[in-house]
């Protein structure tokens, strides 16, 4: 695992969280650099075979990111992109340290199964809605749903989304942990990834 931290010194509130090695680390303004973006793209795929010649959608899938969490303002950013048995896997978490006079609670939502002529309205629907107890921080809330998500090309695409809401100890601020995945069909497996990187999540105390 791969752990990072950011925020500024004397800047509260700074956070720590972890990745697997696999996963690129996103600098934000990297979205602004097709050539930044394409650098990391070659450089992965010559130490991932399976990865070679796909080394364009794997840039997309990098600035597609990059964008959103520039877009939302988040402090980092996190990028797995994987070739399973010649599928693309790819999923993506992103911080963003937010007032909290910017944040919305989730309500929870009583779930009704589908119809095939409602399953797109239902897809915009939040899933669960419940409380996680992170080993780090306590209790937080956790939001689990089928969420459409515009790529830079136009393209609109469901994602899995589970988003963790933190409150920052001693500040009126929250964090957000947002992970994101378009391959629905690994629900389960998803959420236990999500789930297990969320767990990682801490504030990092600065000493007097």
């Not at 340290?97 to 399953?119: K, N, Y």
């Not at 780090?136 to 790529?151: F, I, N």
Request: net charge positive; glycine share 6%; with cysteine.
């Amino acid at each position: 695992m791969q752990r990072h931290t950011t925020g500024r010194r004397g800047k509260p509130p700074r956070f720590s969280i972890a990745v697997p090695d696999s996963w690129f680390v996103l600098d934000t303004q990297a979205a602004r650099s097709t050539a930044a973006i394409a650098r990391m793209a070659t450089e992965r795929a010559r130490g991932h075979p399976l990865l070679a010649g796909r080394e364009p959608t794997v840039a997309r899938i990098l600035h597609d990111a990059a964008t959103r969490a520039e877009s939302a303002g988040a402090a980092y950013c996190a990028v797995m992109i994987e070739d399973v048995r010649g599928i693309g896997l790819s999923a993506s978490v992103m911080v963003c340290v937010l007032p909290t006079d910017r944040h919305i609670p989730d309500l929870p939502r009583q779930e009704r199964p589908a119809s095939d002529d409602a399953e797109a309205g239902e897809r915009r629907r939040w899933r669960r809605v419940g409380a996680v107890d992170l080993p780090a921080v306590g209790l937080a809330t956790r939001t689990v749903r089928l969420e459409p998500q515009r790529s830079t090309d136009g393209a609109e695409i469901s994602h899995l989304v589970m988003r963790t809401t933190v409150p920052v100890p001693g500040h009126d601020r929250i964090a957000v942990i947002a992970c994101a995945s378009p391959n629905t069909a690994l629900a389960v497996a998803l959420h236990d990834l999500f789930d297990a990187v969320t767990a990682t999540f801490t504030f990092v105390h600065e000493m007097p």
